[in-house]
C-alpha cells in the first residue's frame, strides 16, 4: 500500500511541475499576440466604431487569456498540493500503523 501512494504522489508531483512551463509558453504566446493585435498606443484598427468594436474584442480576449492563464496556474498549484498532502498522509500514516504494531520496523 505504501508503494502505491509514493507512486501517486510521484505522479501527482510530477504533473503539478509539468504543467508549470506550458503555463508559462501560453502567457508569454497569448501577450506577444495581444500586443500585436493591439498595435501599440493607437489602434491598428482605426478610429470610429469598426475600431472601437476591434479594441473591445481585444480587451475581452485580454481579460479571458488572464483567467485562463490563472485558472491553469492554480491547476498546477493545487496538483503540487495534493502531492505534498499524499506524501504527509503517507507519512502520518506509517507512523500510526508502526506505533500500532512495533514489528513493522
Not at 499524499?86 to 508502526?98: F, G, P
Request: hydrophobic share 40%; with cysteine.
Amino acid at each position: 500500500m505504501g508503494r502505491e501512494l509514493q507512486v501517486d504522489q510521484v505522479s501527482l508531483s510530477g504533473a503539478g511541475q509539468r504543467m508549470r512551463e506550458p503555463v508559462e509558453l501560453f502567457g508569454q504566446h497569448t501577450d506577444a499576440l495581444l500586443k500585436a493585435v493591439a498595435g501599440g498606443g493607437r489602434s491598428p484598427w482605426g478610429i470610429g466604431v469598426i475600431g472601437m468594436v476591434m479594441d473591445q474584442i481585444n480587451e475581452t480576449l485580454s481579460q479571458a487569456c488572464g483567467h485562463l492563464h490563472a485558472n491553469l496556474d492554480m491547476t498546477g498549484a493545487g496538483v503540487r498540493e495534493m502531492s505534498d498532502q499524499a506524501r504527509t498522509t503517507e507519512l502520518v500514516n506509517m507512523v500510526t500503523v508502526q506505533d500500532l504494531d512495533p514489528s513493522i520496523r
